[in-house]
């Protein structure tokens, strides 16, 4: 099973660019870190280094990684291995960064 992200877990872009995603739940947690749910990708920041007109600045979609069976406030928590597009490549988690809960 994958690890639950939290909000100390990495992400990046296709370009190797960090992408910070705020929770918004304080329902759920691992330690003190707030578990991310699918909905805190919409207001995720991407540090993209590529040119302004092909720059990374939203996620556009999740190809993997949604919990099937646990939730947080009403919303599936993401997964070690959520990945998708962005409006101008691809996005991956690189680390959970925690290792004590994992979920399907």
């Known amino acids: 099973m994958p690890a639950v992200l939290t909000?100390?877990?990495?992400?990046e872009c296709g370009h190797k660019g960090a992408i910070t995603v705020t929770p918004g739940q304080d329902v759920l947690k691992v330690g003190?870190?707030?578990v991310l749910i699918l909905t805190d990708l919409r207001t995720a920041l991407i540090s993209c280094p590529q040119p302004p007109a092909t720059r990374c600045t939203v996620i556009a979609g999740i190809t993997q990684g949604v919990s099937t069976?646990?939730?947080a406030g009403g919303q599936p928590v993401l997964l070690a291995d959520a990945n998708g597009t962005t409006n101008a490549s691809t996005?991956?988690?690189t680390d959970a960064r925690q290792t004590i809960l994992e979920a399907t």
Do not use: I, P
Request: charged share 55%.
């Open 91 to 93: 996005w991956r988690a």
């Open 7 to 11: 909000e100390k877990s990495a992400l």
């Open 69 to 71: 069976r646990l939730k």
């Open 32 to 34: 003190e870190d707030r």
